[in-house]
C-alpha cells in the first residue's frame, strides 16, 4: 500500500494521479512540469526558466516528505527537442550534487500542455 503525497507548494495534479507516492523506503515522484503552483500556468515558454519551475516543482514535493535533491536515485527527463539537452542537463546539475543520481533522458513526440521538459523521479529515504 502506499500513502499519496500532496503540497500546494508545486503543482496539483491535472489527472488522476498524486504528485507522489509514499511506498516504503521509496518517494516515487510523478512527473513534474513547468507549471507555477500559484496560477497552475507555464512560467515561460523558455526551456531554461521551464527547466528552473520543474525543478523547484521536484524540490517543493522532496521537501513536502522531508527529503532533499540528495536523496533522488534515479531521475528521467523527457524532452520536446533533444537540442534542449545541454541547456537542461546544465539546470537540473545546478541542482544536485555528486554522487549523482541515476538518469535517463529522452526525446518525445510531445509533453503535457506543449511543456518543453518534464522531469520524474524516485527519492530514497535515509
Same mark, same amino acid.
Given at each position: +500500500?502506499?500513502?499519496?503525497?500532496? %503540497?500546494?507548494?508545486?503543482? /496539483?495534479?491535472?489527472g488522476p494521479?498524486?504528485?507522489?507516492?509514499?511506498?516504503?523506503?521509496?518517494?516515487?515522484? $510523478?512527473?513534474?512540469?513547468?507549471?507555477?503552483? *500559484? %496560477? +497552475?500556468?507555464?512560467?515561460?515558454?523558455?526551456?531554461? &526558466?521551464?527547466?528552473?519551475?520543474? +525543478?523547484?516543482?521536484?524540490?517543493?514535493?522532496?521537501? &513536502? %516528505?522531508?527529503?532533499?535533491?540528495? *536523496?533522488? @536515485?534515479? /531521475? $528521467?527527463?523527457?524532452?520536446?527537442?533533444? &537540442?534542449?539537452? @545541454?541547456?537542461?542537463?546544465?539546470?537540473?546539475?545546478?541542482?544536485? $550534487?555528486?554522487?549523482?543520481?541515476?538518469?535517463? /533522458?529522452? &526525446?518525445?513526440?510531445?509533453?503535457p500542455?506543449? /511543456?518543453?521538459?518534464?522531469?520524474?523521479?524516485?527519492?530514497?529515504?535515509?
Amino acid at each position: +500500500m502506499f500513502k499519496p503525497i500532496a %503540497t500546494d507548494k508545486a503543482p /496539483a495534479a491535472i489527472g488522476p494521479y498524486s504528485q507522489a507516492a509514499d511506498v516504503g523506503n521509496l518517494i516515487f515522484i $510523478s512527473g513534474q512540469i513547468p507549471l507555477d503552483p *500559484n %496560477t +497552475m500556468e507555464f512560467v515561460s515558454d523558455d526551456v531554461k &526558466e521551464q527547466t528552473h519551475q520543474v +525543478m523547484k516543482n521536484l524540490g517543493a514535493i522532496l521537501q &513536502e %516528505t522531508g527529503l532533499t535533491y540528495k *536523496n533522488i @536515485a534515479k /531521475a $528521467s527527463i523527457f524532452l520536446d527537442s533533444m &537540442e534542449d539537452f @545541454a541547456v537542461v542537463n546544465e539546470i537540473y546539475s545546478s541542482y544536485l $550534487s555528486e554522487p549523482y543520481p541515476a538518469r535517463a /533522458a529522452v &526525446e518525445v513526440g510531445k509533453l503535457p500542455k506543449g /511543456a518543453k521538459v518534464e522531469i520524474e523521479a524516485i527519492a530514497v529515504k535515509g
